[in-house]
């Protein structure tokens, strides 16, 4: 790259005006022939230009960098999460910088270092925001999307898996599997994921005069599962079905089952949620309700997009429906098709 090259040499190598060249390397080249986009690209190519991606952003007042803030990567959905994110996001030629909490952090301690930078928004995963937080980001400039979490009554956009009929379609399944006894291992108490599976699922067992459900915390890992799982089992009154609420504390739970001489489902069926690809490791073939993780990111994409375009933009919870995804981890329904 030669530094010295101008917009102004490129125009006079491809015989065009500096404003033509400015226009083709805007993000939409607009009001530009075909014929004369090549001709420009071509003798930038042999010059060794580059646009000057700062003017832009000052004539444009867009960045094209999204901020992603992440405070749970040790989740392995949210790794699974972001990959996915940053390959949509630069399709769309839109760079990421990602901002992630410390485990002694809150999202409110990074957030307002995220809120600084020139991004043209931020995309909230695997966190819950304060009141306080949540106000600033409604009277922020920046645009702001949580994914995978939402704030009842909240002035900000959410995208979510509808967590509740996750949590229903759970419930119905074990019950059509003949089960009796039902148990539940919670994720995080204050977050709107974990509520929602677990008002799903225990709701629609109280529908069927289910009432006593054992519940032990897991806080979403692989090791609160496992600990919760010898809970459940060593009790004098053991539960025959357990719904997990994510993937990686019903691995965990599985394994603390087979430790206890447990065999899966053949003893206790064992749910998941989010289908992360370990759910489908062999010694797993965990039966989960799906996150369907590319129509939310299509959505927070399109929401992000809406609310770059219009600041006023009224706030939207998007709620995208999960699958219920048969393997091996519980006892099955005949009626219910096989996953692979």
Not at 184 to 189: E, N
Not at 311 to 325: E, H, V
Not at 331 to 338: I, K, L, S
């Amino acid at each position: 790259m030669n530094e010295n090259v101008t917009s102004f040499d490129v125009a006079a190598r491809a015989g065009v005006s500096q404003s033509t060249v400015s226009r083709v390397f805007s993000e939409n080249s607009p009001n530009v022939s075909p014929e004369t986009r090549d001709r420009v690209v071509q003798a930038a190519r042999e010059l060794g230009y580059r646009p000057n991606v700062i003017a832009r952003m000052m004539s444009t007042r867009q960045t094209n960098i999204v901020g992603i803030v992440m405070a749970n990567i040790v989740s392995p959905f949210y790794p699974y999460v972001l990959e996915k994110f940053l390959k949509r996001l630069q399709e769309m030629d839109r760079q990421v910088l990602l901002f992630t909490a410390a485990p002694d952090q809150s999202v409110d301690d990074v957030l307002p270092v995220a809120l600084q930078h020139q991004v043209d928004a931020l995309i909230i995963t695997s966190a819950t925001l304060s009141s306080e937080m949540v106000e600033i980001c409604a009277h922020s400039r920046t645009p702001v999307i949580l994914f995978n979490r939402y704030i009842k009554g909240a002035n900000v956009s959410a995208v979510c898996a509808d967590n509740l009929a996750g949590g229903q379609l759970i419930a119905d399944y074990l019950l059509k599997g003949g089960h009796t006894r039902f148990g539940y291992i919670a994720g995080q108490a204050n977050t709107s994921t974990n509520s929602e599976r677990q008002r799903g699922y225990i709701g629609r067992l109280r529908t069927f005069g289910i009432d006593d459900v054992l519940i032990e915390p897991g806080d979403y890992t692989y090791v609160g599962g496992h600990a919760a799982m010898s809970v459940l089992l060593q009790r004098s009154d053991p539960p025959n079905a357990v719904f997990c609420a994510n993937d990686i504390m019903a691995i965990g739970a599985i394994d603390a089952a087979h430790e206890l001489g447990r065999h899966v489902p053949d003893d206790l069926s064992i749910i998941g949620f989010d289908d992360i690809p370990m759910a489908r490791w062999g010694a797993y073939r965990l039966t989960t309700v799906s996150q369907e993780v590319d129509a939310m990111i299509d959505a927070t994409i399109d929401l992000m997009l809406a609310k770059i375009a219009d600041s006023n933009l009224q706030t939207t919870l998007r709620l995208i429906p999960g699958k219920l995804k048969v393997r091996d981890s519980a006892r099955p329904v005949h009626e219910e098709g096989q996953d692979t």
